[in-house]
């Protein structure tokens, strides 16, 4: 019988052999200083980790609450849950943090008056779809072949990378000004092209850039799950060649050469962007979960 609850949307795994005793397990042993953990007694705790690269690009002293654990065979998990916020609150004073971020498992949306209460907002909702290596046919498109940018192309990719989260999270929030959004994404896919360990390829016609996509492998998870886990981090086509089943002919060139990397690939998109949505399934991907994103802005 499993020892804690956890809100984190990656539950999905638990087919696969998480286990997510061992990862609460871990927290509550670990002396990582990245981490903080938040305690209510001995009936729950939350993971927080300090997020400096968002504090430099938005300004704001931002946390992110990485996990929340609730013990099992509670008679109240939300009066649980509210005894913890009000512990996490106490310590965004104490820290002077503006900014508290979240991302839960769609199917606790029955708490979200209690994070509302707190003053979380939702700022994007997300499905979530699984590649499995050996049970996902993949069909061949015939697209040309992706390959490995070059210096020279981190420009374009840029632009195109940042036109394509206008949906996104970040641009969702009407408390972080356009231009600082902007500025995330920027920085943000830049750091992920110059990372030699993440899986890019972009497609070009005639020396002209179509598309592009990229894969991160996932550690987090590393010692928890047997085999690897990667996630697509985005992939785009330029506004002037869609139509054309540049996306399919993409996303199905990307799965072949990264499965040879991670056993699953994880892809997530809005819930509203159904372009999305009938692209990964017609490719035979399963939907096996949903994000919720949620912000806290607070005074300092």
Request: proline letters at 2%; aromatic letters at 12%; glycine letters at 8%.
């Amino acid at each position: 019988m499993k020892k804690f609850e956890s809100f984190n949307y990656k539950t999905y795994l638990n087919k696969f052999g998480l286990n997510f005793d061992k990862i609460a397990s871990g927290y509550l042993t670990s002396h990582k200083r990245e981490n903080v953990v938040i305690p209510s007694g001995d009936k729950a705790f939350a993971v927080l980790v300090r997020k400096a690269w968002d504090k430099r690009i938005l300004g704001a002293e931002t946390y992110s609450i990485e996990e929340i654990f609730i013990k099992t065979g509670l008679p109240n998990h939300k009066e649980v849950l509210s005894d913890l916020l009000d512990n996490v609150m106490a310590f965004a004073v104490k820290k002077k943090a503006e900014l508290l971020t979240l991302r839960v498992n769609e199917n606790k949306s029955e708490y979200a008056d209690i994070f509302e209460r707190y003053g979380f907002i939702t700022v994007d909702r997300l499905k979530t779809f699984l590649y499995e290596k050996g049970k996902n046919k993949i069909r061949n498109y015939h697209t040309t072949a992706g390959f490995a940018p070059k210096g020279s192309d981190y420009k374009d990719i840029v632009a195109l990378a940042r036109n394509s989260f206008k949906h996104s999270r970040i641009y969702r929030d009407k408390n972080i000004p356009k231009k600082r959004a902007d500025k995330f994404y920027e920085k943000l896919a830049g750091a992920l092209l110059k990372d030699g360990s993440n899986l890019k390829l972009i497609y070009k016609r005639e020396n002209q850039l179509l598309g592009f996509a990229v894969g991160a492998k996932d550690d987090s998870l590393k010692g928890f799950i047997p085999g690897k886990i990667g996630f697509l981090w985005l992939i785009t086509v330029d506004p002037k060649f869609r139509g054309q089943g540049l996306s399919a002919g993409i996303m199905s060139d990307f799965l072949s050469k990264f499965q040879d990397v991670v056993d699953l690939i994880e892809v997530n998109t809005q819930n509203d962007n159904m372009p999305a949505v009938k692209l990964y399934e017609s490719l035979g991907l399963a939907k096996v979960g949903g994000i919720i994103t949620m912000h806290c802005w607070r005074k300092k």
